[in-house]
């Protein structure tokens, strides 16, 4: 049986990811066309869904 795993990113691991300050992140997290996802008071988003936003907007 395989086992789908979802990996999701923290505020910190974007920001490392992306190279951006946290302030800059925070703003891309709270965009209403973000994929975010709120759990409690930490925000993360599916890496999957990270790379799909980021395809989106490439130019």
């Known amino acids: 049986m395989e086992s789908s795993e979802v990996k999701v990113l923290t505020v910190d691991e974007v920001k490392n990811l992306l190279k951006l300050g946290r302030n800059k992140v925070y703003k891309i997290f709270a965009r209403d066309d973000f994929p975010a996802i709120l759990i409690g008071r930490r925000?993360?988003?599916e890496e999957e869904a990270l790379k799909k936003w980021l395809?989106?907007?490439r130019i």
């Open 43 to 45: 925000y993360v988003v």
């Open 55 to 57: 395809q989106e907007r």
